[in-house]
């Protein structure tokens, strides 16, 4: 990439995280729970959510949105230690 391109790329970046990415967070958990419930019940027809976790940030976020709409005691989280071979349950 020649010095204009990546020129280019970093006044774009720049702008970009300058504007943000304009959302309410409470508004988006909220739409993402009240989908995931809906889904659940419509769709999925279960009253329980496995879930396998990497223990990245998408993992965690995952789990978090699950756990705030569905609630606890229906949510069950398994640690893919190693690959799909080595699970163990979340406490």
């Given at each position: ?57 998408d ?30 349950p979340?406490d």
């Open positions: 990439m020649d010095s204009g391109a990546k020129r280019n790329t970093h006044e774009r970046n720049r702008e970009f995280f300058r504007r943000g990415l304009r959302l309410d967070p409470e508004k988006e958990t909220a739409r993402i729970c009240r989908s995931l419930r809906e889904i659940m019940r419509d769709q999925v027809r279960r009253r329980g959510l496995v879930v396998g976790l990497s223990g990245g940030v993992s965690s976020v995952t789990a978090a949105l699950a756990v705030r709409a569905l609630g606890r005691s229906v949510f069950w989280g398994w640690r893919c230690l190693n690959g799909i071979r080595q699970m163990k979340c």
